[in-house]
């Protein structure tokens, strides 16, 4: 082809046109009466078009992307409105939802009087013309309706079929799916043109690399894309609105928007028919190519300024821009100039390896999962992200992050790598102290449970100390004085204990460690249990205790009866707290019931002082009384009201209160049960008969534990007596092992129903018995319980992960003990009536012992006189020389025997009754355990001992 000819070539640009008007930068100013139809309206709904790139398109992570996406958020911006996208399938869905009127836009399209059926269309967002693709080979088109036998292909939907099935009745029409395989169709031949717009064209032949096709012709100007907004029809206010936005956008806007997406131009050569014939031929042929060299000109400048903004955006990215081959090395042909201030290399040095290949910048362990990555990503189809450290020319290592993508040539080999590496030191800075902060804030955590653990043990020990010892005090003869200051002592005794479980309890509310039980739940037992604890506090202020329950709530649910009966306490004793005069009702309803749930309502109303509404907003926060006047009238903490809305959370259910300063409160709290299926017993039957079921008069009750085989696993014989009493009158057959190694012998020997286990014992002790019984199949399910003086909460959480079912605190109560025992296991034989001991019978011959209580410990233990004045003989026996032990292991430095020979009088001496040895022996205990010095521990040591030998000379006496 000559100059001429190819200066006389078809050259189209790129261009974004749009009729001219208003401009504004400032948001649009719509009337009262415009947003309030925005208002009535509801949600802008917009179904775009997802496979239109660069128009419209979704990419893999959901995004609506492309020209049309900017335009439409510039809109949002000057209307200050907000659009919803509903995502089609494609775009035959997109006109179905439209049709359907379940979105209100299309927002990118032409308008044609097929559509103009159901929508109103908004001035043009975008002005691009339409050209005619084909292949290489294909002649310029002049004129399309002269040609003949030749197919073009088009997506299924668009306005231009309808124009052309029109205007080109010679072309034969064919579809494919989306925009990639038109073009893809006319590079493989299926067709042998298509017609689409010059910005769709020039954006899908450079990104899918398809150079064997060419622009060969425009389209007449009535196929130019006018793209517009189509609103339904029946909303022309909204398209009014839209047009007010549209006319702010400004040309150069536009070019942003369009250059941002495809900022390409194309020029292809044409096949020309020279004319021939006539001088005015010829004149025009000069005319036109003079023409054209002008346009050519123009051209070329555009192409430059292109490569100028390439250039510019390479340069500003932050980090470093890279073209390398895929080789051993990571030889790299390109390198932007943010090389220097990343690695410390100048561009130059990295080139083609001269100063040094990228490869030895990477750390040499990270060599192998960096090729794997990329192995991978070619394999997926996927760019490769990587973040690694790399060694900068000074030595240092930073942290970058790498995203690049294979780059293939014709024949389908990997050609080079492209892609993007920036600096990430910062972000790996702040992520490494993120850890370091959350590791810290754990250790913070840990050392806070450690110390409330610790803090617990430390207090509760000289509290029942305090509180055991006052209460002998009590007992004995006092001046009045006297009597007041003690019982003024143990009043406050008993708060600060209070104080402690409710620290204890928000602690673990808090950590999340506090969980729900869901076993089965009387509630008339509960009420009963609240009534007892708070029945002689309201008869004291003259104040009346009123129950009201709703005939369909049932009496056995399942939950948690203790945090219910927690939740209760509280606030049932804040009314009677708060409350000087009048009534206190505890009303219970039936809220709704189904099959799988019940959920119950409380109300506790009182007639007492009332709050303010701005009291009410910090009722539930924790440490926080609603007036400081309250705290030294009627004393608390704050804990109890912020417990328990917390405890109502957790049973599902939320609290509310209701009141008036100066006309009592109503506290309000729902809690989700489960249906108990064993029983239909209604709450209100239950509970109006146990005010008029007689009371029995026989000193004779049922045995409960008849026929039931228990194992005792205990190394003190004194222990052994107390436990195998209470046993024995439950009615239950009792072996004996004095440690875990024998408990294992006689199962071996003999089943049982349960085991009842302690955790320190010479030659094996509980926890290790228990995981070898756990360890065999046939004991997988007896229930284990154990029964120590190892009460905290770590030592029971010890006792669960071995395999325990459950855990008893000694001194261990009769009722105590069988409560547990029967939550675990269900007595085979028919019971019997045995003789039942009064706890109030005569008691003397029985020596008087300093601090015991005879008449408690004889009603505790449900035993005969006699039968404890043998149990103070096997004490004398078997206790008389355990402080000389503990002092001989001191003496040798052996604290674990010292500590175990104080656990086990602590127990023991708990379950007799004597206190004050207990008390002491469990101060001694936990100075060992938590390493104390040892003048602390001679000095509670030689407390013990006096103690001890008052109790052992008292016993000696006896006949």
């Keep these: 082809m000559n100059p001429l000819a190819r200066n006389l070539c078809c050259l189209f640009i790129l261009f974004c046109l749009v009729h001219p008007g208003t401009s504004l930068a400032a948001p649009v100013k719509l009337t009262s009466a415009e947003r309030a139809y925005l208002d009535a309206l509801g949600p802008i709904t917009v179904a775009p078009d997802p496979d239109w790139p660069p128009f419209e398109y979704m990419d893999e992570d959901g995004n609506f992307l492309g020209i049309a996406a900017d335009l439409l958020a510039l809109l949002e911006k000057r209307l200050k409105i907000e659009f919803t996208y509903v995502i089609p399938r494609d775009w035959e869905e997109a006109l179905e939802l439209s049709q359907s009127s379940e979105v209100l836009i299309l927002p990118f399209l032409n308008q044609t009087p097929a559509r103009e059926e159901w929508l109103t269309f908004t001035k043009p967002l975008l002005v691009d013309p ?30 231009i079929e309808e ?79 839209l047009d007010k936005g549209i006319a702010t956008i400004t040309h150069r806007e536009r070019e942003e928007i369009v250059n941002r997406h495809v900022n390409i131009t194309l020029v292809q050569p ?30 070329n400048q555009n192409l430059l300024e292109s490569e100028r903004s390439k250039s510019l955006l390479i340069t500003n990215l932050p980090g470093m821009v890279y073209r390398c081959r895929y080789d051993y090395y990571w030889t790299m042909e390109f390198v932007s100039e943010g090389c220097k201030q990343l690695t410390g290399y100048a561009p130059e040095d990295l080139l083609h390896n001269r100063t040094i290949p990228f490869r030895d910048l990477i750390c040499p362990e990270d060599h192998h999962w960096i090729e794997h990555s990329w192995e991978e990503a070619r394999r997926k189809g996927t760019p490769a992200v990587l973040e690694y450290p790399l060694i900068t020319a000074d030595g240092s290592t930073r942290w970058v992050f790498e995203q690049g993508d294979f780059v293939y040539d014709s024949k389908g080999q990997v050609a080079a790598l492209e892609g993007l590496i920036i600096d990430i030191s910062q972000r790996k800075l702040l992520e490494q102290q993120l850890q370091r902060a959350k590791e810290e804030a754990e250790s913070a955590n840990a050392a806070k449970s450690e110390f409330l653990a610790n803090m617990s043990h430390e ?44 620290i204890l309890d928000l602690s673990k509310i808090e950590a999340g460690k506090l969980e729900m039980e869901w076993v089965s739940c009387d509630l008339c037992d509960v009420l009963n249990r609240l009534y007892g604890l708070l029945a002689f506090r309201a008869e ?28 209760l306490l509280n606030l049932v004793g804040n009314a009677v707290k708060f409350t000087q005069k009048g009534t206190i009702t505890l009303a219970v309803e039936l809220s709704h019931q189904t099959c799988d749930e019940t959920v119950l309502r409380f109300r506790v109303a009182d007639t007492g002082i009332g709050m303010t509404a701005h009291q009410q907003e910090q009722l539930f926060e924790s440490f926080t009384q609603t007036d400081a006047t309250i705290s030294r009238q009627f004393g608390g903490t704050g804990l109890g009201l912020a417990i328990s809305r917390r405890l109502v959370a957790l049973m599902g259910g939320d609290i509310t209160v209701q009141s008036q300063s100066g006309h009592g409160s109503v506290f309000a709290f729902t809690v989700h049960f489960r249906p108990n299926q064993t029983s239909t017993d209604s709450l209100h039957n239950s509970w109006s008969q146990r005010s008029t079921e007689a009371q029995p008069t026989t000193d004779y009750q049922i045995s409960p534990l008849v026929g039931c085989n228990i194992l005792l696993v205990e190394d003190m014989a004194l222990n052994q007596e107390v436990a195998r009493g209470m046993l024995s009158k439950m009615g239950a057959n009792v072996a004996i092992a004095n440690h875990g190694g024998e408990a294992l012998q006689k199962l ?138 503990i002092s001989s292991a001191l003496e040798q430095g052996d604290a674990d025997t ?31 355990r938590s390493g104390a010095d040892i003048v602390n521990v001679e000095k509670s040591l030689r407390q013990l001992e006096r103690a001890h030998t008052q109790i052992l000379a008292i016993i000696n006496n006896l006949q």
Excluded at 541 to 565: A, N
């Design 459 to 502: 207090i509760r020990t000289p509290m029942n100390a305090v509180l055991g010892l006052t209460h002998l005090c009590l007992q004995t003869e006092l001046s009045v004085e006297q009597r007041n200051l003690l019982t003024k002592s143990y009043t406050a005794a008993e708060s600060l204990l209070q104080i402690l479980n409710d």
């Design 270 to 299: 044409i096949n020309y028919r020279l004319i021939q014939g006539t001088g005015a031929g010829v004149i025009l042929l000069l005319v036109i190519g003079l023409y054209w060299n002008l346009r050519l000109k123009k051209l």
């Design 163 to 241: 124009r052309v099935l029109q205007d080109f009745p010679n072309l034969t029409v064919i579809h494919v799916p989306s925009e990639d395989e038109v073009f893809a169709a006319v590079s493989d031949r299926q067709a042998d043109m298509t017609l689409r717009s010059l910005t769709i064209a020039a954006y899908t032949i450079r990104k899918e690399g398809l150079f064997n096709l060419k622009i060969a012709g425009q389209a007449p100007e009535q196929y130019t894309n006018h793209l517009r907004m189509g609103v339904l029809k029946s909303e022309p206010k909204l398209r009014d609105i």
């Design 130 to 159: 339409n050209v005619f693709v084909t292949r290489e080979e294909h002649p310029f088109i002049v004129d399309a309706t002269t040609l003949t036998g030749e197919t073009i292909v088009l997506p299924p939907g668009t306005s």
């Design 748 to 885: 071996e020997e003999d089943s049982f129903d349960a085991i009842l286990m302690d955790m320190r014992m010479p030659e094996m002790d509980g926890i290790t018995a228990t995981r070898h019984i756990r360890g065999n199949n046939r004991w997988q399910h007896l229930p284990i319980i154990a029964m120590t003086a190892n009460a905290m909460a770590g030592d029971v959480k010890l006792c669960l992960e071995a395999g325990m079912n459950d855990h008893i605190a000694k001194p261990v109560f009769a009722q105590q003990l069988l409560r547990v025992l029967l939550k675990w296991i269900k007595p085979q034989a028919t019971p019997l009536e045995i003789k039942h001991f009064n706890s109030f019978q005569d008691v003397a011959g029985l020596p008087l012992l300093p601090g015991v209580n005879i008449e408690q410990v004889l009603a505790d233990l449900d035993m005969e006189p006699s039968e404890y004045l043998e149990l103070l003989k096997i004490y004398r026996d078997t206790q008389s020389l355990v402080v000389d032990h």
């Design 898 to 928: 010292a500590s175990r020979l104080a656990h086990s009088l602590r127990g023991t001496s708990a379950n007799m009754g004597i206190t004050e040895v207990s008390c002491l022996a469990e101060i001694i205990e936990s100075q060992l």
């Design 540 to 567: 004291e202020k003259g104040l009346q205790l009123e129950t009201q329950i709703d005939p369909q709530v049932p009496r056995m649910v399942v939950g948690d009866p203790m945090r219910l009966g927690q939740v």
